[in-house]
């Protein structure tokens, strides 16, 4: 069993930021690329940033710009800094952990922007 946590979510007006931290365990973080997904009610899981272990990133188009995906090694974590913050970025927003077939997931962190 691969443990990721999350933290940092919760309710936050239109136009404001959050920042979302994910742990890793350290043989996980030396070697998969991370990444933040979201679903939002009714909706399916989407992409919203990835970043692999040389610190290459991408970007959901409907986040480019407001959100920032970084990691960091000594504390294997890796955040999301989310800016400028709409209705439509509310959901449940997982860490995931990925190398070729092995994929984990964390528990979730809830994200509401309110107008």
């Known amino acids: 069993q691969v443990y990721l946590v999350e933290s940092g979510g919760g309710l936050v007006q239109t136009g404001g930021s959050l920042r979302l931290s994910c742990t890793a365990p350290?043989?996980?973080?030396?070697?998969?690329?991370m990444g933040w997904y979201r679903q939002a009610q009714g909706k399916q899981r989407e992409l919203v940033a990835t970043?692999?272990?040389?610190?290459?990133?991408n970007y959901a188009e409907s986040v480019k710009g407001r959100f920032t995906i970084s990691r960091d090694s000594n504390k294997r974590m890796v955040f999301l800094q989310m800016d400028s913050l709409t209705s439509e970025d509310t959901g449940v927003y997982y860490c995931n952990a990925r190398f070729h077939d092995f994929s984990y997931w964390g528990q979730g962190t809830q994200v509401t922007v309110s107008s």
């Open positions: 350290r043989g996980i973080f030396s070697l998969y690329d």
């Open positions: 970043i692999t272990i040389t610190n290459n990133t």
